[in-house]
């Protein structure tokens, strides 16, 4: 309870009142308390005797008791509590207004005639006053026409210019006409997965169970045939847990589809716990007869896979099958024992991303070793989120139907990228089923950053089965790790692949490209790669590809002053020309310079608000090349900065410096709403692309590891001084805001360079790696970015020695802090497994002491939210930390 005093006349009242109350009066003879959450009011009729009354507030739940002898209105300089931050209507009408632009999540494409085709798209948008995201589909009918002659094509120059040269005149073109588009429909909060079969005459539902079966029952699964259910299942909690369906461990669930029969559908979902006490007190499950009520202890201490899977059980593979209206869970069978481990192969590892063979005979899936290999000392379960360096492989796992009892079987596992992968991800056959295609990360399994450039294997299929030895992937795509020129694709940086990504025998994905998101295609013959969006030049944008149907490509578009919008395009057989090679470089020819002409479904055009889209007109935004010497080795390379400014200013702006997290990831030029929010609010806000980014090479990412707070700190400083000299940037007038690793430079910036800033706000940073080595779900991040790959592989275990505590604390932002002079703002997320509270939590500490001591320092201002993780991406507290992010900025900049 908060206690706050008041007065009425000259009597004093004390109330025990909910956190934020706005006011209170008498009311004929209620007390009306006044929430600050429009529209919740409390009434509770005055004892007449004693004029006290006592109840709780209707919106917040807590509870207040006031006593006063006189009904008169209490004025508004003597609130119970003071409300902050204050000053910024504006601001907060704008940032209410930005926060309802939805986004495109999803696209399902269904061919239903010649020309004619379906389009699900699948939307969200916050729900502010819900805390959560409000999800919502869309149903297009298109027609597809073919035209010959010129047509617009847009250019990597110009890609939202309508003045554009035109196609060779006889070549033809294909033009989406939309039929009809149906009202936005909302998506019920039990709906977890929609599954539509390959032929597109059928689909499986997966729904939370009914609420009067939560407690024995994990998944409703809902089996449909064009307009009628069929039948619907419930699954027990003793077969599996919860679905998963988190982008990572799943994306969706796997049809097999052969000669014509669609009845098995493959998914991932959590392992039921393989222990649990005995009932205690009495006989389980008493219904027909009268006895105790019994009950089970806590059990064996779970070891999950951390940020974002605290609480959640091991993923594994399941099948159900659509003939016998079962669901039958997959095992690995005859697995060798993994060298150190107590317990079979089966149980050490997780497993997902099931795909089924073309034949249908088999099930292909990923599965991640419990205990890392590449960090042999750590004895835990490091956390998979963002984390790209877990060592992972390919199982297939033979499946049979007996022809008499109709039943399934499944076979022994084959491994099938050990030893030559450590890393294997997202397996998709070609349509002819000649190839095993997937995503390889070894290099950041080898070097131990959690981020790096990607590479392209095959495995020849069904050749790969009956090798005696592992059978050799080949390369399509290798690692890049210097380009040529800044016009050079840098290598692949994917993290997953649509469902049948291949058009005209060449597979199709997004991946970045520098400072963008690009769509790239790659030739499965010859692994030749080439941008089918545009990269480069002015005026750049990102693209995402969405879904692929025939020749007909779905992506969404964004730029910082464009949100959301679903684009479409058709390959072109000039496509299948692939790119030059140089030494190893592959070199942007002149043609993919030029892309494919990607044509905007108007139809679905994202409404803005008013406010939003006369901001936007007036935000502008480039990709600054900076020329930077290395102040170590003398070397020049090119920096990359996303800037975001007003369009219209008299002279230098306000600036923020605004480093992104990882710090293996990047700022692609798309759409980020906070930064979108401060610029229009008159800031510049510059996001610089430091040393150690993804997309720019192998080499350049590789620079980092060992430098952290060294050659990320320069960058940053350079790209504020390169906006200074170009007289975007007011020097007197700086800010840094930035979470995570950005958090973790925001502090050294603030330490290195105190004279520089004015003011400073942290998202659950990286304060001091010394402390944060012990509790993080990444203990081997602390090692790896504070000694480098190799030295920090050998040094990375549980309990570090004395040596390594001092030079983890020699490399963080705490070693700097008797230099800070700005006033910071902190907002913390209280389950944050990846950055966990209690780090930033010391620095704040220590930041007070030394405010305390010295009345010229301002003390911190903290924020925790309580139900937060490492993003703190809820909608209500997003919308809080950008806010008050926006209110420090007025106050100290």
């Known amino acids: 309870m908060l206690k706050r005093s008041v007065y009425y006349y000259s009597k004093h009242a004390t109330i025990y009142c909910c956190p934020r109350l706005l ?211 419930l699954v027990p909690k003793a077969l599996h847990g919860a679905l998963i369906n988190d982008k990572y461990f799943a994306s969706g669930a796997a049809w097999c589809h052969m000669e014509g029969q669609e009845d098995l559908v493959a998914y991932t979902a959590e392992v039921p716990p393989q222990e649990r006490t005995p009932a205690w007190g009495g006989t389980e499950g008493l219904k027909d007869m009268a006895g105790p009520k019994s009950w089970r202890g806590t059990g064996p201490a779970l070891e999950d896979w951390g940020e974002l899977n605290t609480g959640k059980q091991a993923p594994g593979v399941f099948v159900l099958d659509l003939k016998t209206q079962s669901v039958i869970k997959v095992p690995l069978k005859d697995l060798p024992v993994e060298s150190g481990s107590s317990s079979s192969s089966t149980d050490d590892l997780s497993l997902g991303q099931p795909v089924w063979t073309r034949d249908g005979k088999g099930l292909v899936v990923v599965g991640w070793p419990h205990r890392p290999s590449n960090f042999p000392a750590i004895g835990k379960k490091l956390g998979v989120i963002f984390c790209y360096n877990r060592p992972a492989y390919l199982y297939y796992i033979p499946c049979t139907r007996d022809e008499v009892s109709g039943t399934l079987s499944f076979g022994a596992a084959v491994e099938l990228t050990k030893p030559h992968n450590k890393s294997a991800l997202n397996p998709v056959f070609t349509p002819d089923g000649d190839k095993l295609l997937y995503i390889s990360h070894d290099v950041a399994a080898t070097t131990g950053t959690h981020g790096a450039t990607a590479k392209l294997c095959a495995l020849s299929w069904p050749s790969a089965l009956s090798a005696h030895d592992t059978p050799v992937p080949k390369t399509l795509v290798d690692v890049v790790g210097s380009p040529k020129s800044v016009d050079c ?173 990882g ?77 995570s690793h950005g958090g973790f430079l925001t502090g050294h910036l603030l330490g290195q360079h105190p004279e520089a800033f004015k003011a400073g706000v942290l998202r659950n940073p990286v304060c001091n790696l010394s402390l944060m080595v012990g509790i993080s779900d990444i203990t081997d991040w602390c090692y790896v970015e504070t000694f480098g790959s190799e030295e920090g592989k050998r040094r990375a275990k549980t309990v570090p020695d004395p040596e390594d505590l001092a030079a983890l604390y020699a490399i963080s932002p705490i070693a700097h802090i008797h230099k800070v002079k700005a006033p910071m703002l902190f907002m913390l997320g209280a389950k944050d497994r990846r950055v966990p509270l209690a780090d930033g939590l010391q620095y704040i500490s220590a930041l007070r002491a030394r405010a305390a001591a010295d009345p010229s320092l301002q003390a911190p201002r903290v924020i925790t939210f309580p139900e937060d993780t490492h993003s703190l991406e809820k909608p209500q507290t997003e919308f809080e930390q950008w806010l008050n992010t926006a209110w420090w900025l007025k106050t100290y900049v």
């Open 23 to 233: 006011g209170t009066e008498i009311v004929n003879r209620h007390l009306r308390l006044n929430c600050q959450s429009a529209g919740y009011k409390t009434l509770r009729r005055l004892n007449s005797t004693t004029g006290c009354s006592t109840g709780r507030c209707s919106h917040h739940n807590a509870r207040y008791t006031m006593e006063t002898p006189a009904p008169l209105n209490v004025s508004q300089d003597k609130l119970p509590c003071s409300e902050l931050p204050s000053g910024i209507a504006e601001e907060t009408a704008l940032l209410t207004a930005f926060s309802a632009i939805p986004n495109i999540n999803s696209v399902h494409v269904k061919q239903t005639a010649a020309g004619h085709q379906t389009l699900h798209v699948l939307l969200s948008q916050r729900n502010l006053p819900g805390n959560s995201q409000r999800k919502f589909s869309v149903v297009l009918n298109t027609l597809d026409t073919t035209t010959t002659g010129a047509s617009p094509l847009p250019t990597a120059a110009a890609p939202f210019n309508s003045s554009m040269p035109l196609l060779p005149a006889g070549q033809s073109t294909m033009t989406t006409t939309i039929i009809n588009m149906s009202q936005p429909m909302e998506i019920l909060a039990d709906l977890l997965l929609t599954a539509p079969s390959p032929s597109g005459s059928s689909q499986v539902v997966f729904k939370s169970p009914p609420s009067s079966d939560s407690s024995s029952s994990s998944l409703a699964i809902q089996y449909w045939r064009g307009a009628r259910l069929v039948w619907e299942i």
């Open 489 to 661: 694709f840098p290598g692949l940086y994917a993290a997953s692949m649509i469902d049948e990504p291949f058009v005209a025998g060449c597979l199709v994905l997004t991946s970045q490209w520098r400072s963008q998101t690009a769509i790239i295609g790659i030739n499965l013959e010859t692994g030749q790669v080439r941008a089918l969006s545009p990269v480069g030049g002015e005026g750049q944008a990102s693209y995402s590809l969405q879904a692929i149907s025939g020749r007909k490509m779905y992506a969404t578009k964004v730029a910082p002053n464009y949100p959301p919008a679903l684009v479409t395009a058709v390959w072109s057989p000039s496509m299948n020309d692939g790119i030059d090679q140089d030494d190893g470089n592959r070199q942007v020819s002149q043609l993919s310079a030029c892309p494919l002409p990607w044509e905007v479904i108007k139809e679905l055009e994202i409404g803005m608000p008013e406010a939003v889209s006369g901001a936007l007109k007036r935000l502008e935004y480039e990709v600054a090349q900076i020329t930077v010497k290395d102040s170590a080795s003398y070397s020049s390379y090119i920096l990359e900065s996303v800037n975001f400014y007003p369009a219209s200013r008299a002279g230098p702006v306000p600036t923020i410096i605004a480093p992104h997290g």
């Open 663 to 739: 710090p293996h990831t990047a700022m692609t030029v798309g759409w980020y709403m906070p930064y979108a929010y401060l610029a229009s609010l008159g800031y510049a806000v510059l996001c610089p692309n430091y040393r150690g980014s993804t997309g720019f090479g192998q080499d350049a990412l590789s620079t980092l590891p060992g430098s952290i707070g060294t050659n990320d700190v320069q960058d940053c400083m350079a790209a504020l001084q390169h906006a200074v000299d170009s007289g975007l940037a007011d020097p007197s007038r700086v800010a840094v805001v930035g979470g």
